[in-house]
T-cell receptor, first 110, second 112 residues
Framework: KAGVTQTPRYLIKTRGQQVTLSCSPI?????VSWYQQTPGQGLQFLFEYFSETQRNKGNFPGRFSGRQFSNSRSEMNVSTLELGDSALYLC?????????FGPGTRLTVT | QQPVQSPQAVILREGEDAVINCSSSKALYSVHWYRQKHGEAPVFLMI?????EQKGHEKISASFNEKKQQSSLYLTASQLSYSGTYFC?????????????FGSGTRLSIRP
């Protein structure tokens, strides 16, 4: 099976802009979670989607949002970008037990 | 809510053993272990479920004490390829759904 894929892999944006990141889970996996990874804060949980519904969310401002489509592909959106949003954004898909990460999208906000 | 990992860093010589600990203040459904190498995504190693079932890596073992909400990862006869940062992820119930929360990581360096 193909692994989790994320696009784009790298992104440079300016403060105030918005960005959309995409994630395609492993075939058959219906759960998709998003994480933000920074050197200072580590791996922070953003939200999880299952069958197009957000099941859980972390402690991030409303500027961070996501959605999941009927084919389980997911997108996350960050509006009004801030310098502190610079991070590696990781998507992970899960069947019942194991959760597998994609390669991530490296977002740089200038 | 974030699990606590210890030690924060460890340096070993090839062939030596290491133990990485993870503890949580909340009741856990499961514990997940990952290894991340610099510039790469975390790679799944193992999951430990309530009731004792384990799924994962052949050469790495782990334990899960449900009552104490603690898990330990055992790396025996370490190889150079074991270098990286190890994360434990604890699955907790939150708002009627579970989520996996990660510790701050343990940096493992293996020297020849």
């Amino acid at each position: 099976k193909a692994g989790v894929t994320q696009t784009p892999r790298y992104l440079i944006k300016t403060r105030g802009q918005q960005v959309t990141l995409s994630c395609s889970p492993i075939s058959g996996h219906r759960s998709v979670s998003w994480y933000q990874q920074t050197p200072g804060q580590g791996l922070q949980f953003l939200f999880e989607y299952f069958s197009e519904t957000q099941r859980n969310k972390g402690n991030f401002p409303g500027r961070f949002s996501g959605r999941q489509f009927s084919n389980s592909r997911s997108e996350m959106n960050v509006s009004t970008l801030e310098l502190g949003d610079s991070a590696l954004y990781l998507c992970a898909s899960r069947d019942f037990y194991e959760q597998y990460f994609g390669p991530g999208t490296r977002l740089t906000v200038t | 809510q974030q699990p606590v990992q210890s030690p924060q860093a460890v340096i070993l010589r090839e062939g030596e053993d290491a133990v990485i600990n993870c503890s949580s203040s909340k009741a856990l459904y499961s514990v997940h272990w990952y290894r991340q190498k610099h510039g790469e995504a975390p790679v799944f190693l193992m999951i430990l479920l309530k009731g004792g079932e384990q799924k994962g890596h052949e050469k790495i073992s782990a334990s899960f004490n449900e009552k104490k909400q603690q898990s330990s990862l055992y790396l025996t006869a370490s190889q150079l390829s074991y270098s990286g940062t190890y994360f434990c992820g604890t699955e907790v119930l939150d708002s009627s759904a579970s989520k996996i929360i990660f510790g701050s990581g343990t940096r493992l360096s293996i020297r020849p």
